[in-house]
């Protein structure tokens, strides 16, 4: 009786008594709910999403003996996820909606293969409440929460008001039904600028825009109505204050059929670009004890406002005096989930097949400890140099660090498998352990420079800056670290001049092997580069950045041993390959008595060097003969596609006057929204794509009069 009349006292003061008394009424049907459910053994569990985690659903359901099925679009045809379930079936084409999104499909395969529950991973359908209702009704356990808590905590005004009638700390905002512009606007004024426009139904940091005057607000919302639109069907809006160099820590929690919860602690995931994370870790640093205890049972409480099942994650900002404020629910498993395992010994899918299954949670709050640090690191097909744009392509060359008890590599895709376009950019989850942040932080930044991808652009250059960052290694993180230290985190990597040496002979051997291959009783692959009547001293022309690089290699009288000259510096060079294939050689290096290892990867006109001075890329000059004419591309009279992708919207006619800024196209890339601008002043010459078209990077959008 006391807590209901808490509730109301609660619900009273923040106005909410509809909501109260919604609250009351499923409190009161608690008992009856988990006495009179009734649970299904599940024996074949169908995973409706794709890439990553459908794999690491996998994992855990074959470690349980669980029969997995695997739906997959046309561009999915051969992937990761496909050979590791034991059944797959096509659902459509690459379009999200019409393949992924497709409700019925996905309900008719579950039948059709006797999957009993569908787990439906992160994104796509994972927070969609009539998704959840649908699979109740067909009498398929869903695996994830209520429809009735997707709901509440899935429209974002509405999780407010239950948040502040269960007495969790909710920020000022505005979450009213009135959308007109002018009312938004009025409301951004009346809260103060800087303000945050978010998506009521939004997720992963789409549909959400920050104005920080009220001159950009209209831009801003325009922008952030049309990307939640296309992500969620719903462009709703809400309005709240911004808080200034805020922390993003949220706590991850469970619930079961039976009344019980827990939480496993929190994570610190401040570290964002275009407010999606990038490094996360748990537990959070330098909370107090006290507000470790505090916000976990202030996520408990949201959880048991809305009846909760399963794995949730409650969102706090946090500011700098460790006040912390209600976000948001993800009514799902997270993407950083690993990070919680790791520290708490614990398999969250595992808990969550156990607990659709009507099983009791498998720990108790006081069986719940904090063991070590973790921290994982998203690896992404992006360019970090270009506003980290994403990218897409085959992964010709990839290799991961070695995975063992304290390091996971969560990864859906394998050497030589494409990087689609339609999908998240995503490559993998980089997750290691130890037993305090320090030593955690270590193995990140060393486990990131055995990682080696070629192929396409990609983050892990600026993950192991951003780790070995000196305000990151402190821990004084919050939500505009990067902008913040933009300089420190981009600046352009010097070349030590063992790189050149390794660089310069990696391309001799690979050319040398290439010619033995040709002809295997040719003299000319001998490692001396002994001729008669020939010059011993052999040229090579390196590129970076726009730095051209001259290497002279001259042959020493010893085997494997040579004289590298590079600007006025002359190294003694003993280099022994280890691993020799048509693409790669792993070298060993002495240069001048210091030793060292390294790996060269050749693709096109490329060597990729992977050492443990970091990754370079290095272009090799096509020599003149082998040039051709290149077709038409980029120039000052023209707009480019700066990423892979589809055109949207178009915005001109051939024709028009343009002013520079103007909006030109919006293209779609990995389900993220980029407005391609006019780089002047100028006329529309030409229009080169509609609506619905794919685009590659670089390719020519629109040109413009001369």
Not at 619 to 642: C, E, F
Request: proline share 4%; aromatic share 8%; glycine share 6%.
């Amino acid at each position: 009786m006391a807590t209901i009349l808490k509730v109301f006292e609660l619900g009273r003061q923040s106005k909410c008594i509809s909501n109260v008394f919604d609250r009351l009424q499923s409190l009161g049907n608690i008992h009856m709910r988990y006495c009179s459910k009734s649970y299904q053994n599940i024996s074949t569990l169908l995973i409706a999403n794709r890439g990553e985690i459908a794999c690491r659903v996998m994992r855990t359901a074959k470690k349980m003996g669980i029969k997995t099925v695997a739906l997959f679009s046309e561009p999915d045809r051969n992937s990761m996820h496909v050979a590791m379930a034991d059944e797959a079936y096509h659902i459509g084409p690459a379009a999200s909606q019409e393949s992924y999104l497709r409700q019925d499909k996905i309900i008719n395969i579950a039948k059709k293969t006797g999957a009993q529950a569908i787990h439906p991973g992160y994104g796509f359908l994972s927070e969609n409440y009539e998704f959840a209702d649908l699979c109740k009704s067909e009498g398929i356990t869903f695996i994830g929460p209520p429809s009735s808590a997707i709901k509440d905590m899935g429209i974002k005004s509405t999780s407010k008001h239950i948040m502040s009638a269960a007495g969790v700390p909710i920020i000022e905002g505005y979450h009213g039904e009135d959308q007109s512009d002018q009312r938004l606007r009025e409301e951004a004024e009346r809260i103060g600028f800087p303000i945050m426009i978010k998506a009521v139904r939004g997720g992963g940091g789409k549909g959400m825009r920050i104005s920080n005057t009220a001159e950009e607000f209209q831009e801003q919302l325009d922008s952030a109505r049309s990307e939640a639109m296309k992500s969620f069907g719903d462009d709703v809006m809400l309005v709240e204050k911004f808080v200034n160099t805020p922390r993003h820590v949220e706590v991850q929690i469970f619930g079961d059929h039976h009344g019980n919860y827990v939480y496993l602690f929190e994570r610190d995931c401040s570290v964002q670009r275009r407010h999606q994370k990038v490094i996360e870790e748990a537990p959070a640093p330098g909370l107090t004890s006290e507000t470790r205890q505090a916000i976990g049972e202030a996520a408990i409480r949201a959880a048991r406002a809305v009846n909760y099942v399963g794995a949730g994650t409650v969102e706090f900002i946090m500011d700098e005096e460790q006040n912390f404020y209600f976000m948001e629910m993800n009514t799902r498993l997270q993407v950083e989930h690993p990070v919680s395992e790791m520290i708490t010994d614990t398999d969250l899918v595992e808990w969550q097949i156990k607990v659709a299954s009507g099983q009791v949670l498998p720990k108790k709050q006081s069986d719940l400890k904090i063991n070590g640090h973790s921290f994982e690191a998203r690896i992404y097909a992006e360019d970090p140099d270009n506003n980290f744009m994403p990218g897409a392509g085959p992964l010709h060359f990839l290799e991961t660090p070695k995975p063992d008890e304290f390091t996971r590599v969560e990864t859906g895709v394998r050497q030589n498998d494409e990087v689609s376009v339609h999908y998240d950019p995503m490559i993998a989850k980089l997750v290691v352990w130890s037993h305090d942040r320090k030593s955690a932080l270590s193995k990140l930044i060393y486990s990131l420079r055995q990682y080696k991808i070629v192929g396409l652009a990609n983050n892990i250059s600026f993950l192991d800056n951003l780790a070995s960052h000196p305000e990151f290694q402190n821990a004084n993180v919050h939500t505009g670290f990067i902008p913040q230290y933009y300089d420190n985190l981009f600046v352009k990597k010097s070349v030590d001049p063992s790189v050149i040496c390794q660089s310069a002979l990696a391309l001799l051997l690979k050319r040398m092997n290439d010619v033995k291959k040709r002809d295997a009783f040719t003299p000319f692959s001998d490692s001396t580069l002994r001729r008669v009547n020939h010059d011993l001293r052999r040229k090579v022309l390196l590129k970076k950045d726009g730095a051209d690089y001259e290497i002279c290699i001259v042959p020493s009288a010893k085997s494997n041993v040579y004289q590298v000259e590079y600007e006025n510096s002359s190294f003694e060079v003993e280099v022994l390959p280890v691993i020799s294939n048509e693409n790669r050689l792993d070298l060993n290096f002495n240069i001048d008595g210091v030793k060292s290892k390294a790996t060269a990867v050749f693709s096109q006109n490329t060597i990729n060097l992977f050492s443990q001075n970091g990754s370079f890329v290095f272009d090799v000059p096509l020599p003149n003969y082998t040039k051709g004419s290149s077709a038409a591309g980029a120039s000052s009279d023209s707009a480019i596609a700066p990423m892979p992708g589809v055109v949207d919207k178009v915005h001109v006619t051939e024709g028009q006057e343009v002013k520079e800024g103007d909006r030109l196209l919006v293209m779609i890339a990995m389900k993220m929204e980029y407005v391609i601008k006019s780089p002047k002043d100028g006329v529309i010459k030409k229009i080169f794509h509609k609506s619905g078209d794919t685009t590659s990077k670089g390719t020519v959008l629109v040109t413009f009069e001369n």
